[in-house]
């Protein structure tokens, strides 16, 4: 079946401990996306990428990391930087990198908590 | 930036009746897509429908349509015959086509009622 999966589904952090949230997609799709989602409020945008080796930073980047090394996987890296991580992170992707009608996919998402 | 409103936090609706959700939008840009997602309580978000702005026609999915106004900036989706299923949070999103931008409004929560 082809999806987007992303691990773990819940995942827990202690204060000054980095953390990283997995999101894997064999549909091919060249664009990546990373969204985190507060209660009460839309999807803000994190990271994004269009290629391999290639990524840009979102409104709220400050805090997270990411890695693009195969089309396949994105992971992103919340910090010790990162002062609220405490949220619904939600991963997505799309046909092509480049800009135009592509729908955005998501994946099942991973619940953040701060110990 | 483009903004997207989301004017009702939450909505109901009876089994089996319609309910129309809003969305109004904010752009300079003359062509852009406009999406409805929905969230049910397992959290994954599920493309509804799509509109180009290019496109006079309202876009319909089965049960969903949509009333896009490009001159007003509106784009709402309505729900036929809503069935227990729909109940879930709806957001309305706009993306440019000049870059990987979507913007998200900050969703109504539909309840159903049997």
């Known amino acids: 079946d082809g999806g987007i999966t992303q691990s773990p589904k819940y995942l827990f952090r202690k204060e000054g401990q980095n953390v990283t949230l997995s999101c894997e997609q064999n549909l091919n799709h060249d664009a990546m996306y990373w969204y985190r989602q507060d209660p009460g409020q839309g999807l803000r945008l994190i990271y994004y990428s269009q290629i391999v080796n290639d990524f840009q930073k979102g409104d709220i980047a400050e805090g997270y990391s990411v890695s693009r090394e195969k089309k396949e996987s994105f992971p992103l890296t919340v910090t010790s930087a990162q002062k609220n991580p405490t949220a619904f992170y939600l991963c997505?992707?799309?046909?092509?990198?480049?800009?135009?009608?592509?729908?955005?996919?998501f994946g099942p998402g991973t619940r953040l908590l701060v110990l | 930036a483009q903004t997207v409103t989301q004017s009702q936090p939450e909505m109901s609706v009876q089994e089996a009746e319609t309910v129309t959700l809003s969305c109004t939008y904010d752009?300079?840009?003359?062509?852009?897509?406009l999406f409805w997602y929905k969230q049910p309580p397992s959290r994954q978000m599920i493309l509804v429908i799509r509109q180009e702005a290019y496109k006079q026609q309202n876009a319909t999915e089965n049960r969903f349509s949509v009333n896009f106004q490009k001159a007003a900036k509106s784009f709402s989706l309505k729900i036929s015959d809503s069935q227990l299923g729909d109940a879930a949070m709806y957001f309305c999103?706009?993306?440019?086509?000049?870059?990987?931008?979507?913007?998200f409004g900050a969703g109504t929560r539909l309840t159903v009622k049997p």
């Open positions: 997505a992707s799309s046909p092509e990198g480049l800009a135009g009608e592509e729908t955005q996919y």
């Open positions: 752009t300079s840009e003359s062509d852009y897509y």
């Open positions: 999103a706009y993306r440019s086509p000049y870059n990987n931008d979507m913007r």
